[in-house]
Nanobody
Framework: QVQLEQSGGGLVQVGGSLRLACVFTGRRFSYFAMAWFRQDPTKGRKFVAAVNWNGGRTNYDDSVKGRFTVSRNNNNNTAWLQMNSVNPEDTAPYYC????????????????????WGQGTQVIVSS
């Protein structure tokens, strides 16, 4: 079955950088779009970024556009979220997710549409 294993995260200072990784196993990685969400205490899992099956299309929430970069490598079944110029509002648990239906467009922002999820990793931005 599909499994997503996350790594990265931790404590970072305001203005610093951090990279999250998500390793996909169990099926052909290129069949899936990959996305990153973060947990909001009141709104649930909020969309951060997504990438389509070959990395050619990406989508970002306005709050991270220009600071975060989502990417993937289909040779090693890994997706990344590069986080630059972080601020305290970026503090949250982060989750990677995989969706087969949006593999071509990579534009799915609804967490309910993602079939598979990583275990989550905490990011804390300190001032």
């Amino acid at each position: 079955q599909v499994q997503l294993e996350q790594s990265g995260g931790g404590l970072v200072q305001v203005g610093g950088s951090l990279r999250l990784a998500c390793v996909f196993t169990g099926r052909r990685f290129s069949y899936f779009a990959m996305a990153w969400f973060r947990q909001d205490p009141t709104k649930g899992r909020k969309f951060v970024a997504a990438v389509n099956w070959n990395g050619g299309r990406t989508n970002y929430d306005d709050s991270v556009k220009g600071r975060f970069t989502v990417s993937r490598n289909n040779n090693n079944n890994t997706a990344w979220l590069q986080m630059n110029s972080v601020n305290p509002e970026d503090t949250a648990p982060y989750y990677c997710a995989a969706d087969e239906d949006s593999s071509y467009s990579g534009n799915q922002r609804d967490a309910m549409e993602y079939e598979y999820w990583g275990q989550g990793t905490q990011v804390i931005v300190s001032s």
